[in-house]
C-alpha cells in the first residue's frame, strides 16, 4: 500500500507552477459529449480526471493524453448508461447527466454515492433538469431519464447557487430549444471556465451583471480547444503549508483574482505577501497570529475547499481561530488525525474552534477525504520528526505531482510502499 513519509520541519523555500482546475476539467470533459472534437490544454494528471475519461470512453468517446493535452472524439454509441461503479469512482460523476441527456435525450445512472463529505444530495440537479423537460424516474438504484420530445429552454432559479446543479443546467440548455435563465447561478471561476469552454463550442451563454446565466439554445456544438484555468485551491493549499511548516513560496501560474477571499486570511496570520495577477509569494515571520473567523461561502465568498488546509495553519497559531463550515455538512473529518498530532481543535457542529499549540509531532495518520488529506500532510510538514500517511489515493485525486511539488520547495516527503 503507498503512504507518504514525511520528516517535519523543513523551511518550504521556491517556487511552484500549479496545474490545471481539477474542478473546472471535471465538467469540461462531461460537456465534450456535445461536440465531435475536443482538445483541452492544461489538464492535470488526477485520478478523478482519469475516472472521467473512463467514464467517456465507457460513453463511446475516443480520448487521448498526450502531456497535459486531452483529446476527446465522440463516438455517436448511443450508450447513455453509467454503470454503478462508474458513479461511485467520482462524486461529481453526477455532472454528466447534463451532458448525456443533451446529447441522447435519454441517460441511466446509478445515484451517486455519498462520499466523506456527508450525504451528496442531487435533487437541485434533478429539479432543475425535470424543468428543462427530462422525465426522471428511480428504478432500483438507479436514474431513468428520458427526455419528452426535446429539452425546452426555461427559467430556473436554484435554491442555491450549487456549482454542479449551474454545471448541469448550462450543458443540458446548450442544445435546448430557445433560452434558458439559471438564477442564483454558482459564480466559481471553475463556471465562467466551463462557459468559455461551451461558447468555444457554438454555445450561446453569456452571464448578465447580476450574475444569471443565459443560454439560447442551439442545434449543435461544433468541436473546440480550450485551456484549463489554474487550480486555485491547489494554490491555497500549498500555500497554507508554507504558512504551516513556514517559508518563502511564490506559487505562479495562477489567476490571484481567483484567490482574493483566501489571502487576506494569510495577512491577518501575520504573513508577507506579494501578489501580482499571475503569482503569489508568501514569506512567514515568526509565529503565526489566528484568525478571528472564517466562513466559507459559495464564490466570491472563502471557499470550502481551502477551510481544512487553513486550519492546520491555525493550529499553530499563538490564540484561538474559529471557522465556520457553512458549505458541507460534515466537513471536519480530518480533525482527529490532527489531534493525534497535538493539534487542539473543538469542533461543535458546524465550528471549529482551533486553539493555536507551539508544535505539533508527527505521527502515523490517515487522509481522511481530500482536501482533508492535504490538510494532514500541511501538518506533517510543520510537526516535530516522522509522520507517515495512509490512505493517500485521497491527496491523488486532486493534487498532481503532490509529493513533487513539495520536495520542489524543500520538504521532506517520499512515496513509500508499505505492507
Ligand atoms: C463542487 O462540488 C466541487 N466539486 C467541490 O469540490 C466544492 O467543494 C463544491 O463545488 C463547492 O464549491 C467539483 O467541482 C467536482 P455544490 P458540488 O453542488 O458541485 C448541497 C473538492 O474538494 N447540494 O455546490 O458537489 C451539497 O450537499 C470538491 O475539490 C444539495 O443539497 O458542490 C453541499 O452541501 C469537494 N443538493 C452544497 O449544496 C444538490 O442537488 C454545495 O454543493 C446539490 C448540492
Redesign the pocket.
Known sequence: MKKLLIQGQNRLEGTLPIHGA??SV?PILAATLLTDQSVLHNCPRLSDVDAACHILRHLGSQVEREGDCILVRSGNRGDCCIPDGMMRMM??SIVFLGAIVGRWGRARISLPGGCE?G???????LAALEKLGVRIREDHGDLDCQVEDQLRGTMISLP?P????TENVMIAACTAQGETVIKNA?R?P?IADLAAYLRGCGAQIQAAPNGDIHIQGVSRLHSGEHRVISDR?AAATYLSCTAAAGGDVTITGICSEHLSAVLPYFEEMGCRLWVTPGAVRLQTRGRLRPVRSVRTMPYPGF???AQSPLMTAACLADGTSMFVEN???SRYKQVPELRRMGADVEVEGRVALVHGVPRLHGAAVCCTD??GGAAIAAAALAAEGESLLSQIEHIDR?YEAFEENLRRIGADIQRVEEP
Open positions: 481539477k474542478n471535471l462524486r461529481s463529505l450525504p451528496r444530495p442531487i435533487d437541485l440537479h442555491f450549487s456549482v454542479g446543479a454558482a466559481e471553475e485551491i471557499p470550502t475547499d458549505i458541507f455538512e481530500l482536501r486532486g
